[in-house]
């Protein structure tokens, strides 16, 4: 069985930084994408990055585009998204996924629990 754990989540003020964290254990296909969504109170689940194994091939959402940078460690099977310069709007619960490159969420077969990041004004 696939599982993915995020950390890294926590309380930060505007313009401070956090980085979150995603481990994958289990059988998997190792060639699939790494990715992340969040979601905010009240709103849908929405796309925030996601990398194929390559790493080469990086794909951001326009609203965290020069900010956020995503990493991967294929010997650790593990995905990181650094946060710069943080907004109260990014104030979501975030999900890491494991799948095909895409943008959507019914391209990736496996998620995480999610991890909340606060954005104080």
């Known amino acids: 069985q696939v599982q993915l754990a995020e950390s890294g989540g926590g309380l930060v003020q505007a313009g401070g930084s956090l980085r979150l964290s995603c481990a994958v254990s289990?059988?998997?296909?190792?060639?699939?994408?790494m990715g992340w969504f969040r979601q905010a109170p009240g709103k849908a689940r929405e796309f925030v990055a996601t990398?194929?194994?390559?790493?080469?091939?990086?794909d951001y959402a326009d609203s965290v585009k020069g900010r956020f940078i995503l990493s991967r460690n294929n010997a650790k099977n593990t995905q990181y998204l650094e946060m710069n310069s943080l907004k109260p709007e990014d104030t979501a619960v975030y999900y890491c996924?494991?799948?095909?490159?895409?943008?959507?969420?019914?391209?990736?077969?496996?998620w995480g629990q999610g991890t909340q990041v606060t954005v104080s004004s």
């Open positions: 990398i194929r194994r390559s790493g080469a091939d990086i």
């Open positions: 289990g059988r998997f296909l190792s060639t699939l994408a």
């Open positions: 996924a494991v799948g095909r490159s895409s943008r959507h969420e019914y391209d990736y077969d496996y």
